[in-house]
């Protein structure tokens, strides 16, 4: 009898040990359960998310209800077509299942919302489809912490930019990141929830002359020949690309890796309360210099919104 009291004691401080060991380590016990209600903008800031959580030791669950440049009010009428029918097909646009549904597969810890970029610096585009919005989140998960992420600025070489009123336009990427920054802060402080301040950490690196984007003036994008690519140091955005038909394209709204890893960086920050400074991983087409720089602004941005 003594010696299975003694067993049974051994296997308690090895469990125990094991358990501080794994605190150690950073493992920080069960999963955070992640829901985004976005677009293309909400897929780039968390491609990189799931490898910065796990080397953080925050086992991480992502669902998502996300469809291209979709704006807050097309998922609050997505949402409103499912719940007065919930058979209507245009309820059910998330590859055929309604928001209703989606979120209501198990416990969601964090909900996240967004305005689509286009609309993004036009306050009166926001209500009252992100109350609503927030409201059919609530109603279904009352427990959850609804979080909205600022959206970036387009590249500075954008042909055109956000919709700051009705057909009226930012002039350049700095004017969109006022404009739309001040919607964003306007729509929180109304919902009283927290912001992924996204947008200001792009605008930190693009405003900032050792680390901004400058445009190639020596290339010649009218007579460019494959594989030939301006210079595009520091780019935060997809820029200038041959498609596959080897065709010159460009997209200066979508973030490329460097900007994909400084949004992860900033939803790290804000999720998990901690500094992403210590974080070794980055893409590999980001460099260990640029990416310390990332790691700091994100840090920085997130420190200084609080």
């Not at 309360?273 to 974080?279: C, F, I």
């Given at each position: 009898?003594?010696?299975?009291?003694?067993?049974?004691?051994l296997l308690l401080v090895l469990v125990l040990l094991k358990s501080g060991e794994a605190r150690s380590m950073g493992m920080k016990g069960d999963s955070l359960r992640l829901?985004?209600?976005?677009?293309?903008?909400?897929?780039?800031?968390?491609?990189?998310?799931?490898?910065?959580?796990?080397?953080?030791?925050?086992?991480?669950?992502?669902?998502?209800?996300?469809?291209?440049?979709?704006?807050?009010?097309?998922?609050?009428?997505?949402?409103?077509?499912?719940?007065?029918?919930?058979?209507?097909?245009?309820?059910?646009?998330?590859?055929?299942?309604?928001?209703?549904?989606?979120?209501?597969?198990?416990?969601?810890?964090?909900?996240?919302?967004?305005?689509?970029?286009?609309?993004?610096?036009?306050?009166?585009?926001?209500?009252?489809?992100?109350?609503?919005?927030?409201?059919?989140?609530?109603?279904?998960?009352?427990?959850?912490?609804?979080?909205?992420?600022?959206?970036?600025?387009?590249?500075?070489?954008?042909?055109?930019?956000?919709?700051?009123?009705?057909?009226?336009?930012?002039?350049?990427?700095?004017?969109?990141?006022?404009?739309?920054?001040?919607?964003?802060?306007?729509?929180?402080?109304?919902?009283?929830?927290?912001?992924?301040?996204?947008?200001?950490?792009?605008?930190?690196?693009?405003?900032?002359?050792?680390?901004a984007y400058v445009p190639d003036s020596k290339f010649d994008v009218a007579n460019a020949v494959y594989p030939n690519l301006p210079e595009q140091k520091n780019s935060l955005?997809?820029?200038?690309?041959?498609?596959?038909?080897?065709?010159?394209?460009?997209?200066?709204?979508?973030?490329?890796?460097?900007?994909?890893?400084?949004?992860?960086?900033?939803?790290?920050?804000?999720?998990?309360?901690?500094?992403?400074?210590?974080?070794?991983?980055?893409?590999?087409?980001?460099?260990?210099?640029?990416?310390?720089?990332?790691?700091?602004?994100?840090?920085?941005?997130?420190?200084?919104?609080?």
């Amino acid at each position: 009898m003594k010696k299975t009291v003694i067993s049974l004691l051994l296997l308690l401080v090895l469990v125990l040990l094991k358990s501080g060991e794994a605190r150690s380590m950073g493992m920080k016990g069960d999963s955070l359960r992640l829901f985004l209600i976005g677009n293309s903008f909400s897929q780039n800031a968390t491609r990189y998310l799931p490898k910065l959580a796990e080397e953080g030791g925050h086992p991480l669950k992502i669902g998502r209800a996300e469809l291209g440049g979709c704006s807050l009010q097309r998922h609050w009428e997505i949402a409103e077509a499912a719940e007065r029918n919930p058979e209507d097909p245009k309820g059910k646009a998330y590859n055929g299942k309604s928001l209703r549904e989606l979120l209501s597969a198990g416990k969601w810890d964090v909900v996240t919302i967004q305005q689509n970029s286009m609309n993004s610096g036009d306050s009166t585009t926001y209500m009252p489809y992100a109350r609503k919005l927030v409201a059919l989140v609530k109603s279904i998960q009352p427990d959850a912490k609804i979080i909205m992420q600022q959206t970036w600025a387009y590249r500075v070489d954008a042909k055109k930019f956000t919709q700051t009123a009705n057909e009226v336009f930012a002039a350049d990427a700095k004017e969109m990141w006022e404009k739309s920054r001040a919607s964003y802060h306007k729509i929180v402080k109304e919902l009283g929830i927290k912001l992924f301040p996204v947008g200001d950490a792009f605008w930190r690196i693009n405003s900032n002359p050792k680390t901004a984007y400058v445009p190639d003036s020596k290339f010649d994008v009218a007579n460019a020949v494959y594989p030939n690519l301006p210079e595009q140091k520091n780019s935060l955005h997809v820029g200038y690309k041959y498609n596959n038909s080897q065709k010159l394209d460009f997209d200066a709204n979508h973030a490329n890796e460097a900007g994909c890893y400084l949004g992860g960086l900033v939803w790290y920050a804000v999720l998990f309360k901690e500094s992403p400074v210590k974080l070794h991983f980055h893409p590999e087409q980001v460099s260990d210099e640029f990416a310390k720089v990332l790691k700091s602004t994100a840090d920085q941005v997130v420190k200084n919104s609080k």
